[in-house]
């Protein structure tokens, strides 16, 4: 299967001043990403390089099998920014039907994207008196429309409340289901997590590391945590227990090399402990750990 995306030693210079060195990743079809990296990491040029803003300097970029700057494949593509800024004056409904009409997609989608992310109620209404959630969500209805095979979002759920970032997620998963390939941009990484595929960390226009996160742990290697209750004043050891430190309410928590994490989960049942809890690195600790690594040696990492 072709991939959606494929980017293939691509180098981007500003004048003198390189940005991307030597960036390679793919993406296939019906799959969420996370494009993760401190600001000046490089993510919002490699995002203008694939809506075909801009073209690489050097080596070959993919997009929806064709180049990125082609009208044809940037009419296949949505694109939700971080900030996004609609005209004032015009309705909900007006707005969506303006982009709709640029972007040569069926007016007749208006109606029913506006009913998916919440907004028929206030279609009538003028954009200057949405909240900046509205607004979102109205961003959201125009990257949506055409029925996008390619989907990226900045920052998606800024201004939105839990309720409406939860129907974003649930929405995702079932565009992905539906076969849309989706780069999600975010700091939030608790919320994402759960919703990714893969992940591709950058740092000062490297990339780190590309994987799923099973992937990215194993190239980690950060210790597995696991909390237990009930077992204060027992004597436990294991070689490959890190370290060991009191939380709260009787819980402790033990830092494990994760190759030996069974071993230790048998080993500490046979001590009845009260409850047990298993916590392999997350994103947000892969994340750090990845960041913090290009910061120490100041090299691109692994790539898949």
Same mark, same amino acid.
């Given at each position: 299967?072709?991939?959606?995306?494929?980017?293939?030693?691509?180098?981007?210079?500003?004048?003198?001043?390189?940005?991307?060195?030597?960036?390679?990743?793919?993406?296939?079809?019906?799959e969420?990403?996370?494009?993760?990296?401190?600001?000046?990491a490089?993510?919002?040029?490699?995002v203008?390089?694939?809506?075909?803003?801009?073209?690489?300097?050097?080596?070959?970029?993919?997009?929806?099998?064709?180049?990125?700057?082609?009208?044809?494949?940037?009419?296949?593509i949505?694109?939700?920014?971080?900030? /996004? *800024?609609?005209?004032?004056? #015009?309705?909900?409904?007006?707005? =969506?039907?303006?982009?709709?009409?640029?972007? !040569?997609? +069926? @007016?007749?989608?208006?109606?029913?994207?506006?009913?998916?992310?919440?907004?028929?109620?206030?279609?009538?209404?003028?954009?200057?008196?949405?909240?900046?959630?509205m607004?979102?969500r109205?961003?959201?209805?125009?990257?949506?429309?055409?029925?996008?095979?390619?989907?990226?979002m900045?920052?998606?759920?800024?201004?939105?409340?839990?309720?409406?970032?939860?129907?974003?997620?649930?929405?995702?998963?079932?565009?992905r289901?539906?076969?849309?390939?989706?780069?999600?941009?975010?700091?939030?990484l608790?919320g994402?997590?759960?919703?990714?595929?893969?992940?591709? /960390? *950058?740092?000062?226009?490297? #990339?780190?590391?590309?994987?799923? =996160?099973?992937?990215l742990?194993?190239?980690? !290697?950060? +210790? @597995?945590?696991?909390?237990?209750?009930g077992l204060?004043?027992?004597?436990?050891?294991?070689?490959?227990?890190?370290?060991?430190?009191?939380?709260?309410?009787?819980?402790?928590?033990?830092?494990?090399?994760?190759?030996?994490?069974l071993?230790?989960?048998?080993?500490?049942?046979?001590?009845?402990?009260?409850?047990?809890?298993?916590?392999?690195?997350?994103?947000?600790?892969?994340?750090?750990?990845?960041?913090?690594k290009?910061?120490?040696?100041g090299?691109?990492?692994?790539?898949q």
């Amino acid at each position: 299967m072709s991939a959606v995306i494929e980017l293939n030693q691509i180098r981007q210079h500003y004048g003198r001043l390189q940005v991307l060195h030597d960036v390679s990743w793919s993406l296939q079809a019906g799959e969420i990403m996370g494009l993760f990296g401190h600001n000046g990491a490089g993510k919002t040029t490699t995002v203008r390089l694939i809506l075909g803003l801009i073209r690489p300097t050097s080596g070959q970029l993919k997009v929806l099998g064709g180049q990125a700057h082609d009208a044809k494949i940037r009419q296949q593509i949505g694109f939700l920014p971080e900030n /996004v *800024m609609f005209y004032p004056q #015009l309705t909900g409904l007006e707005t =969506l039907q303006h982009f709709a009409r640029l972007k !040569g997609a +069926p @007016v007749s989608q208006v109606g029913e994207l506006l009913e998916q992310v919440g907004l028929s109620a206030a279609a009538g209404q003028r954009v200057k008196a949405y909240s900046k959630g509205m607004r979102q969500r109205l961003g959201l209805a125009q990257a949506l429309l055409g029925k996008p095979k390619l989907l990226i979002m900045d920052e998606p759920t800024v201004g939105l409340d839990p309720i409406a970032t939860q129907a974003l997620y649930r929405m995702m998963e079932q565009l992905r289901n539906e076969g849309t390939s989706i780069i999600i941009c975010s700091h939030v990484l608790p919320g994402v997590e759960s919703y990714i595929d893969k992940a591709v /960390v *950058m740092a000062r226009g490297h #990339l780190e590391v590309a994987g799923n =996160l099973y992937e990215l742990r194993e190239y980690a !290697g950060l +210790p @597995v945590r696991i909390r237990v209750k009930g077992l204060t004043g027992v004597a436990f050891s294991h070689p490959a227990v890190q370290s060991r430190s009191a939380l709260h309410d009787g819980w402790e928590e033990l830092a494990v090399e994760p190759a030996a994490r069974l071993q230790v989960v048998e080993q500490l049942l046979q001590c009845q402990p009260e409850d047990l809890e298993v916590r392999p690195p997350s994103l947000e600790d892969l994340y750090c750990y990845y960041t913090e690594k290009a910061g120490a040696l100041g090299v691109a990492g692994v790539q898949q």
